[in-house]
Structures are given as structure tokens and as C-alpha cells.
Nanobody
Framework: QVHVAESGGGLVQPGGSLRLSCAAS????????IGWFRQAPGKEREGISC????????YYADSVKDRFSISRDNAKKTFYLQMNSLKLTDTAVYYC???????????????????WGKGALVNVSS
């Protein structure tokens, strides 16, 4: 059974950094994708980054490109979202999600993501 779980959320000041982790288990194939999504209060969920487990190709939303970085530790089956230069507008619940749809990963679309974590709150505040 596939399971993904986020960790690492918290309170951070504007301009600061934070790293989220996503532990993934139960995938029986290598060609899966792990995406990061977020939902700010009163807003729709937004796809912000995705990575291919097989070849480590990465994809980013314009809103986080050049500030956030997605990576993976193959041995630990853990995926990371390094967030730098955080802004007040980055405050949201961040979700890790997994699936086998390349299109969903490329388009940062949550439709093809089958497995979801419970979310981790990132609060950017002074």
C-alpha cells in the first residue's frame, strides 16, 4: 500500500528558509512522481513542484521558481522541498502527493496524483 507523509512545516520569518520532507513507501514501480502542492487560506490548491523518481526531472510553478528546489534521496525514498527567500504569500498548508501520471507532474496538476499526505503548515510571519 502506497503511503506518503510530509514533515518539516513550521513558523519562519520572511526571507527565511525551510525544508519540507516527504517520505514515500509502497510504490512497486520506479516510474512514479512526487509533487508538492499548497493551499493558502481562502484559495484553491496550487501545484508548485514535481519530480520524477526515475530520472529526477523537476518541474516548478513560476511562483516558486528560483526560490524553491525539489530533490530526492533515493536510498531513503524521501523527497525534499527546499524553500528559500520565503514570502508572506507562501503561507499555506503544503501537501506531498504521489502518482504515476507524467502529465500531472509536468502540468503540476493534482488530478493524476493518487496518494496524498495530510499536509504540513508553513507559516511565514514576522
Amino acid at each position: 500500500q502506497v503511503h506518503v507523509a510530509e514533515s518539516g512545516g513550521g513558523l519562519v520569518q520572511p526571507g527565511g528558509s525551510l525544508r519540507l520532507s516527504c517520505a514515500a513507501s509502497g510504490f512497486t514501480r520506479d516510474d512514479y512522481y512526487i509533487g508538492w502542492f499548497r493551499q493558502a487560506p481562502g484559495k484553491e490548491r496550487e501545484g508548485i513542484s514535481c519530480i520524477s523518481n526515475k530520472d529526477s526531472r523537476t518541474y516548478y510553478a513560476d511562483s516558486v521558481k528560483d526560490r524553491f528546489s525539489i530533490s530526492r534521496d533515493n536510498a531513503k525514498k524521501t523527497f525534499y522541498l527546499q524553500m528559500n527567500s520565503l514570502k508572506l504569500t507562501d503561507t499555506a498548508v503544503y501537501y506531498c502527493a504521489g502518482g504515476i501520471s507524467l502529465i500531472s507532474c509536468v502540468r503540476l496538476n493534482d488530478i493524476g496524483m493518487q496518494y496524498w499526505g495530510k499536509g504540513a503548515l508553513v507559516n511565514v510571519s514576522s
